[in-house]
């Protein structure tokens, strides 16, 4: 879990080195065997959703009051209750 700065830039970091990771293999596997390209790549694939989700957390774009538009994809922050008319 991300709790800092100082940690999200290695996070960053990480999937940087993820991501060149996931285009040597596809430069060197893919052509060879898709197959064995999308065994291999699933461990690294899995990491960057991993990091990333910790990085949405730390930023503030997921949790507690945040919810995603599912027709844009775009983060809304959830509306406050007041000005809201209360049933019954």
């Not at 990480?14 to 065994?39: E, F, H, I, Q």
């Not at 990491?47 to 809304?76: C, F, H, N």
Request: proline share 7%; charged share 25%; no cysteine.
């Amino acid at each position: 879990m991300i709790e800092n700065n100082e940690q999200m830039e290695q996070a960053y970091e990480a999937l940087g080195d993820l991501y060149r990771m996931l285009a040597s293999y596809r430069a060197k596997v893919l052509p060879v065997s898709a197959r064995n390209y999308t065994l291999i790549a699933q461990g690294p694939l899995e990491e960057v959703r991993k990091l990333q989700a910790e990085i949405d957390v730390y930023l503030g774009l997921q949790g507690p009051g945040v919810m995603a538009s599912e027709q844009t994809g775009a983060w809304r922050e959830t509306p406050p209750p007041f000005g809201r008319k209360s049933e019954g």
